[in-house]
């Protein structure tokens, strides 16, 4: 491959919040599918960025994203919109082109293991009505950075962007319980492309250390997209490394999912 075809892409991901992490994963993921061979295409983090390497240029991979974006919907499961049933709203897939199918809330306490700590919405939140809503707060943009920074007020989250709603949370309650969701900043990109890694990409079971608590891993030499997923789960092994820490927070308030979100992530020894 002639080096001079590949382009370098730098986004400003911050490593330490979650939706960031889940975001360079479905990134890495979109150029892996689109790179032939893939073997070419290299991403890592340094210096307060997300770096890609790849065929893609800034402005394909912002047109990929988008396309995955729009492709987005929640199939519920069955007897959730019936009520006959012990199904619950976010009981379903998420399915998207091409060939995208994964759920992330799912608990498998039933069959001896642990619930999922990607589950933090509260019970008034339903998938089918909030991923439309989330993709009709994304308009196109001249460019990825610009794309991913697009900013919406009052648009539910899916709890893993340390930035929504701090506000409320550090005084110890919910902007639902204050009744100021309209003054909660949401990230649509972000919360529609970390959700996609979320249920597809970066398995819960791999990332979890306990009830509430996950493990993740950031590297700063350049390895195979392809590798990115198995690399932030810490499944590699990379002298660059290192490792991230987060706990739901909200615990102290009560196990009310109104009140869980991922705060910004520690840096572990």
Known sequence: MNPESMHEISLPLDERNLAHVFTALTLADIVTRESVPPAEARCWWLDGQFHLRS????????????????SLRWVPALGVNEGKINSKAHHGILSGEPMLQGNAFLSFVDSGGDSS??????????????????????????????????????VSSWGFDSRVGSHAYDLGFSSNDEDSGELDPCYPAVELMALIAACSIAPAQLWQVEDSAIEFTIWSEPILTGLAPWAAAGRIELKSSRHYRTLVRGASYGKGANYRYFPSASLEP
């Open 55 to 70: 065929l893609l240029s800034d402005a394909a991979l912002l047109q990929k994203s988008e396309e995955l974006v729009r």
């Open 117 to 154: 700590p990607f589950k933090m919405f509260s019970a008034r939140q339903n998938p089918t009505k909030s991923i439309p809503e989330q993709i009709g707060m994304v308009t196109m943009k001249p460019d990825l950075t610009s794309w991913l920074g697009q900013r919406a007020l009052g």
